[in-house]
């Protein structure tokens, strides 16, 4: 499972259906609804967050935008709407930076062309939902080796 802490911008065709689909597995997780996943890393942030439900739904909403953006059909009532935005997410410089390394390797590999189009790209945004903040890579991180210290 990863959920990305770049914004999904950044993600070829296959990357963002991947991250819809595990998105919508990490939701059930926090609702309670399956057996799987549920001591996953990357749902960490988002059970230490005051709703996790509303950021989760925050989650999926920014990722339904990019998709319907592009002109793809991903199914908007798989999450509830939400009254206002939730409470951010902070992200550290370091655990963005960690994910777009990543991300450039795996773009590298199966959509240059995407890639192609990110290349000038200095300091990738975050997801809405994440706000950057000084620091080393997350310590849940499990891509790339060891988090910095």
Do not use: N
Not at 92 to 105: N, P, S
């Amino acid at each position: 499972m990863r959920l990305w802490s770049l914004h999904p911008r950044y993600l070829d065709r296959q990357g963002l259906t991947a991250l819809w689909r595990e998105t919508l597995l990490a939701q059930a997780v926090l609702r309670g609804t399956t057996r799987g996943y549920t001591r996953h890393p990357q749902l960490e942030r988002f059970r230490e967050h005051p709703d996790p439900a509303a950021a989760i739904a925050a989650y999926l909403a920014a990722v339904h935008a990019e998709a319907t953006a592009r002109g793809y059909s991903y199914d908007a009532s798989k999450f509830p709407a939400l009254a206002g935005p939730p409470a951010t997410i902070a992200v550290t410089e370091g655990q963005l930076d960690r994910e777009w390394t990543h991300l450039c390797g795996k773009l590298a590999a199966r959509s240059p062309a995407v890639l192609a189009r990110w290349q000038q790209v200095k300091r990738p945004e975050p997801h809405p939902l994440f706000r950057e903040v000084a620091g080393p890579v997350a310590s849940w991180e499990r891509a790339g080796g060891p988090p910095a210290q």
